[in-house]
């Protein structure tokens, strides 16, 4: 779809259009719309009807593409919030999931594992990482240490935090030059990290994902 303007060299023809259209003459108004001059340039009803259902499609796809999964990461990270902020003693029959925190000994730790669970108490690594909180006076930190982006060449020491192709990881052990997507018994997902990006091209882009914005932006009529 092509839409322009009226330029100042096509003002007689405009003229000559809106004279036609005020006395009546139709058959002779759209004549004068079909001039090779200025065929695409009106804003005929045709060119609206096909704007406006550009425009629907564009706030169908901003929906679905963005509010939505910003709406849901937003419910996700409040509920991570609210599991902080809640956090009740550790139970071995309550079933735990990723993302929960509990209390244990006077010290706070986060479920890790995949796989919910019951049963595994909190001192186990393969399940659970120790955050280091302990009581409700806030004397102690959390333990964790941001390293941010991975490096091949950087020493890491236990519960190190870093960011490796969008995710970011706690080290289990110390260790060095071990990719953290590589080495599960050394590394720990700690949350994924989403990011979007937006696109004003004519061709698709070759990976699509929630949060990820394209402006079609196509050539010719």
């Known amino acids: 779809m092509k839409i322009q303007d009226i330029h100042i060299a096509d003002r007689d023809l405009w003229a000559q259009y809106i004279q036609a259209f005020a006395d009546g003459q139709y058959d002779q108004a759209a004549a004068i719309l079909a001039n090779a001059q200025i065929v695409n340039k009106p804003m005929t009803k045709d060119v609206m009807n096909e704007a406006a259902d550009e425009l629907a499609a564009l706030e169908d796809y901003y929906y679905a593409g963005v509010e939505q999964p910003l709406a849901q990461h937003l419910a996700a990270f409040n509920q991570m919030v609210a599991d ?3 956090k009740q003693v550790y139970a071995a029959a309550t079933v735990y999931a ?3 925190f509990v209390t244990y000994n006077n010290a706070v730790y986060v479920y890790i ?3 919910a669970a019951s049963g595994h108490v909190p001192t186990d690594t393969m399940y659970w990482l120790y955050l280091g909180l302990r009581g409700d006076d806030g004397r102690d930190g959390i333990s964790l240490k941001m390293r941010y982006a991975w490096s091949s060449a950087t020493q890491y020491a236990a519960n190190d935090a870093v960011v490796y192709k969008g ?3 706690f080290a289990k052990t110390a260790n060095i030059a071990n990719a953290p997507d590589e080495y599960p018994s050394i590394w720990g997902v700690l949350f ?3 990011q979007a990006r937006i696109f004003a091209q004519e061709d698709e882009p070759t990976s699509a994902y929630d949060g990820l914005i394209w402006f079609d932006m196509e050539g010719g009529n």
């Open 84 to 86: 902080l902020a809640n």
């Open 167 to 169: 995710v970011m990881y």
């Open 192 to 194: 994924d990290l989403v």
């Open 98 to 100: 990723k993302g929960n």
């Open 113 to 115: 594992n995949n796989t």
